[in-house]
């Protein structure tokens, strides 16, 4: 879709509204689907569709997501989390970054403990996917490095 973001926008929602109808949902199975559209989390199984509100998030950027959402996979008992991405070098740049600093290692040490409404945690993980792309940027909004 090369950047038309309205457009890609449009698709996600009517694919979440196709997939929120019950003779759609009986497909997965046993299967659990989670789907994100605009800030917005669900959870998808054959019986039910309902908002996660621990995955709310007003990140743009998947790369700033993707660690929220392995982190619930993991604390919801799942027995792997597997992260399926393009941009490998954006995966190895997370690990050697987070390898490093021990300032990030506490940033994510803490999504593990409960929250309310931290903005000051989610803008940590928002400065380390700036540095995920940018090793020596100033920036730590995504929208700035842009």
Partial sequence: ????????????????EEWKLPTKRKKLGSKILYVT?????????????MEVS?????????????????????????KAVVITAEDTDVMVGAL????????????FSQLGKPWEGSSDLLDKVEEFTCRMY?????????NDLR
Avoid: P, W
Avoid at 134 to 142: E, H, N
């Fill in 54 to 78: 621990e995955l709310h998030s007003t990140q743009e950027e998947a790369d700033t997501r993707m660690l929220l959402q392995a982190l619930h996979a993991a604390k919801s008992g799942s």
């Fill in 1 to 16: 879709m090369n950047g038309d973001n309205t457009t890609f926008a449009k698709l996600a929602e009517f694919l979440l």
């Fill in 37 to 49: 559209c605009k800030e917005t989390c669900y959870k998808l199984t054959a019986d039910t569709c």
């Fill in 96 to 107: 050697k970054l987070l390898k490093k600093d021990i300032a990030y290692q506490e940033t």
């Fill in 134 to 142: 940018v090793a020596r940027t100033s920036a730590s909004k995504v």
